[in-house]
């Protein structure tokens, strides 16, 4: 029997009316997606139940934490180092709106033309439909590109902020600016949670942190394998998405039974799709939960995606911070150092992000890349010729893609996706 989790987001002061639209429509697109997927790794078990109750589990546990007297810190971006709050025993959820059902209430506040994600996150808090943005005690922001920079403004008009000041070119000082950064950052979560940062804490904290990342990493090596492919993109990408929810510990956990599973299906040869299906690397803008359309779509026009160049896939868990540090300082800049090292298109220049997708496509044993973007995200957009240029050099075919969070382009994507797979040959 499902909990009727109304009295709780009623609690929330959300609008119940409203969300429970958002809420009928999600098992469809669940189901639609995933359920119709054959021969699913048995692991993907805990993932299903946690997108089936979405708004429901994991706010409730938050709500509990909560009531024990800890806090709860909202955030968009993975250059946040969540080392930071855990080891002020803070939580930490991710935010970024992947659902059209958002957009609306976003460009209430917002020019149409912005991205989706952006709009999607600003309407959820507004529109009262979304409870992780109703339970956070302090949302983090950063500044990456200039569309969230100007939602955060209006966020802040609503709930506590803190903004992070983050570097926009990768010299020496900007790594130690952002490590002065991070620093400033702490005395801020030390301050909304009371509790007093000590190497000790952030140690540990690190080491959780770098254990998840390393689970996240088994399960995307499986990917790798040529001739098997244990996963479908589209699940791995739900495992990725709910890792910026879920606790740390037990993501990592999670993921780590999942790689167990993948690994023993390369030894016994199962694979999730027919020898000879083209082999896609995903790279561009990050797919936001319940953002699966292109994954679906790809899917389901005979290619699979092995790898996801992103937010939402590599980018999350490549790289891990040094243990070895034994001064805070030493830590904050290992931090910086190692976040540092995403290459998100807010930098300039960020020629790393072609050689990386380059490495990957290699190490992925790729067919061909699809390079997605987001309408209206300047930055990625701008990229992608030069993406395609070093490709094609490689001999490597790209497609190029741009599109939002509504259905309206669904066929048109299909066409141009399964032309692009028939050209792989
Ligand atoms: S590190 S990709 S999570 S900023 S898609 S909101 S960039 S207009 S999400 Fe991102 Fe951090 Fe970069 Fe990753 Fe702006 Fe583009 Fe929208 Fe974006």
Redesign the pocket.
Request: charged share 10%.
């Given at each position: 029997m499902p909990v009727d989790r109304h009295p709780m987001w009623e609690s929330l002061g959300m609008d119940l009316e409203t969300h429970d639209v958002l809420c009928s429509v999600l098992p469809t697109a669940f189901s639609d997606t995933f359920l119709s997927q054959e021969n699913r790794p048995e692991g993907m078990a805990f993932w299903d139940m946690v997108v089936a109750d979405v708004h429901g589990i994991r706010p409730q546990e938050l709500i509990d934490e909560q009531a024990k007297g800890r806090k709860v810190f909202g955030t968009?971006?993975?250059?946040?180092p969540d080392e930071v709050v855990i080891a002020c025993d803070g939580i930490v959820t991710g935010l970024?709106g992947g659902s059209q059902f958002w957009v609306p209430d976003g460009e209430k506040y917002l020019p149409a033309d912005?991205?989706?994600?952006?709009k999607a996150?600003l309407g959820a808090r507004f529109g009262k439909t979304c409870p992780f943005f109703r339970i956070v005690d302090q949302i983090v922001g950063?500044t990456?590109?200039?569309?969230?920079k100007k939602?955060y403004e209006i966020l802040a008009t609503d709930v506590d902020m803190h903004i992070m000041q983050?570097p926009q070119m990768k010299r020496p000082k900007d790594y130690v600016a952002f490590a002065d950064e991070i620093a400033d950052f702490a005395k801020n979560v030390e301050e909304v949670t009371g509790v007093e940062l000590t190497p000790e804490r952030l140690a540990e904290a690190i080491k959780v942190i770098n254990n998840r990342r390393k689970a996240l990493a088994r399960v995307y090596e499986t990917r790798k394998n040529p001739d098997i492919i244990p996963i479908s993109g589209t699940d791995a990408l739900l495992m990725m998405q709910i890792a910026f929810f879920d606790d740390p510990v037990r993501c990592a956990q999670m993921a780590n039974n999942l790689a167990d599973e993948l690994e023993q299906r390369l030894v016994d040869g199962v694979s999730v799709f027919p020898k000879g299906t083209k082999r896609i690397l995903l790279t561009?803008?990050?797919l936001?939960i319940p953002n699966w359309k292109l994954h679906h779509i790809i899917e389901t026009s005979g290619a699979a995606i092995v790898c996801e160049e992103?937010?939402?896939g590599t980018?999350f868990f490549t790289n891990l911070v040094d243990e070895t540090k034994e001064t805070l300082p030493e830590m904050f800049q290992a931090l910086s150092d190692r976040y540092m090292q995403?290459?998100?298109?807010?930098f300039t220049p960020n020629k790393a992000r072609i050689d990386e997708v380059l490495a990957l496509a290699k190490e992925y044993h790729v067919d061909g890349v699809i390079n997605t973007?987001?309408k209206?995200?300047?930055?990625?957009k701008t990229e992608a010729p030069a993406l395609e240029k070093v490709l094609e050099e490689a001999g490597i075919p790209v497609l190029d893609i741009e599109t939002d969070y509504t259905d309206n382009d669904a066929e048109q994507l299909r066409t141009r996706i399964e032309a692009f797979v028939e050209m792989l040959g």
């Open positions: 968009f971006c993975t250059y946040v970024c912005m991205c989706p994600l952006i996150s950063e990456t590109c200039d569309g969230k939602m983050l561009g803008t990050p936001a992103n937010c939402t980018k995403i290459n998100c298109a807010c973007n987001l209206f995200c300047t930055t990625f």
